[in-house]
């Protein structure tokens, strides 16, 4: 990396991240270059954002093309592209009317205010939300206040009230902290930050029974699972339920900021307008991005992301059964996997060891190496990560 990036980013950025030392420059497919011209293999996608590949033909050539028509006005008038990417959104989950903002976070907070709307419609006192421990929504004061890691929510302090958390899986814990006064309750179908950790079909049955008791909304934070990365086209159908709303971003623009919170028609028509907005939520080349993406997310490329799985898979699994005192468990839910080490091995020592063997990859958890990697892997990306991978634990 050139020596004066670290220095000129010092000087003019606000440092709120910890970043490795490697200047991106270009990205094509699951490759990137670094600025001395060095070729990576990236399993990251920038954070799950890139699923259908860097510098997708398709894609860009749908935003290049609305470009030079408009990119924004303003959601004071109406926006035909909106209207089409919703119809492509409830053609693959189910029937809703749709909000559109530009992260996950946003989309989030959106569901967190229908969520406290629709509860104090039906009574006063009707404002508590569920979340789960290990759990993340986002960064801004009322998506911390929702995650269950306390290492996000240390000095923001006063917090948004009446949040309540609940051990993943612990339906004894679910049933007790259910009553009247819940008016949601938000899940990660897989905790991606938390670990890459499946909720548990009983736990996830257990939440929409409840829901449908109390009259309560079933919110899925679908912003890392949703488009098609557990191999199905949304992570909640992985699971015999509908949620009441889902929320979205990350993939669905493939490099492109959009997010959109997904809600049942008869909870959306308690909305009225002003209740929320967004300037930019929804703007022509967002819109442009995501009805391309929704177009490519079809029932080949789950077939073969499924495929991909199952090779994966039995990969790392092979790897494990060589190494069983350094990985402690391999969870792989479509192409969102999380590779557990023992504590003997810190994983920010295996993603730098990666990274000089010209591949990127995640952290989550306490010590778990996340991969998030574009669909358009194929075997042979999966042997170079798999060799050397398994090269890298060798060594300690």
């Not at 050397?388 to 060594?395: G, K, P, S």
Request: glycine share 8%; charged share 25%; proline share 2%.
């Amino acid at each position: 990396m050139k020596k004066e990036i670290k220095f000129l980013e010092k000087e003019y950025l606000i440092s709120f991240y910890d970043r490795f030392e490697v200047n991106i420059t270009e990205g094509k497919k699951h490759f990137v270059w670094d600025d001395t011209g060095k070729k990576y293999l990236d399993f990251t996608s920038g954070i799950g954002v890139v699923s259908f590949g860097h510098s997708n033909k398709t894609i860009n050539s749908a935003i290049k093309k609305q470009l030079d028509r408009i990119s924004h006005i303003s959601n004071l008038f109406y926006n035909e592209l909106q209207i089409e990417l919703a119809k492509k959104i409830c053609e693959k989950s189910f029937k809703a009317k749709i909000f559109y903002c530009n992260s996950g976070a946003e989309a989030n907070e959106a569901a967190i205010k229908v969520a406290r709307i629709f509860g104090n419609s039906i009574k006063k006192g009707k404002n508590k939300i569920l979340s789960l421990h290990n759990s993340f929504h986002g960064r801004t004061i009322a998506t911390i206040s929702l995650t269950g890691q306390d290492k996000y929510k240390v000095g923001f302090e006063p917090l948004l009230e009446n949040i309540d958390f609940i051990t993943p899986d612990n339906v004894e814990e679910l049933e007790k902290k259910f009553d009247e006064n819940v008016c949601a309750i938000f899940l990660e179908p897989v905790q991606g930050e938390g670990g890459v950790k499946k909720l548990s079909s009983e736990f996830v049955l257990k939440a929409r029974e409840l829901c449908s008791h109390y009259n309560a909304l079933l919110v899925f934070d679908e912003v890392q699972t949703g488009i098609g990365k557990t191999g199905k086209y949304f992570g909640y159908q992985n699971f015999d339920i509908t949620p009441d709303a889902i929320t979205l971003a990350k993939s669905l623009g493939n490099g492109i900021p959009v997010g959109a919170l997904v809600l049942k028609p008869e909870i959306a028509e308690r909305m009225k307008a002003g209740l929320h907005a967004s300037t930019f939520g929804g703007n022509f080349i967002a819109c442009a991005a995501g009805i391309k993406v929704m177009e490519l997310l079809n029932q080949d490329l789950l077939e073969r992301i499924n495929q991909l799985s199952t090779i994966f898979k039995n990969r790392l699994l092979s790897i494990q059964k060589l190494f069983p005192d350094i990985i402690e468990d391999v969870r792989v839910y479509g192409l969102m996997i999380g590779i557990s080490l023992s504590k003997n091995l810190t994983v920010k020592n295996v993603i730098n060891s990666l990274i000089n063997k010209q591949i990127l990859t995640l952290k989550a958890g306490e010590n778990v190496l996340r991969l998030l990697p574009p669909f358009t892997i194929g075997e042979k990306e999966i042997d170079n990560f798999c060799n050397a991978f398994a090269d890298t634990i060798r060594n300690y």
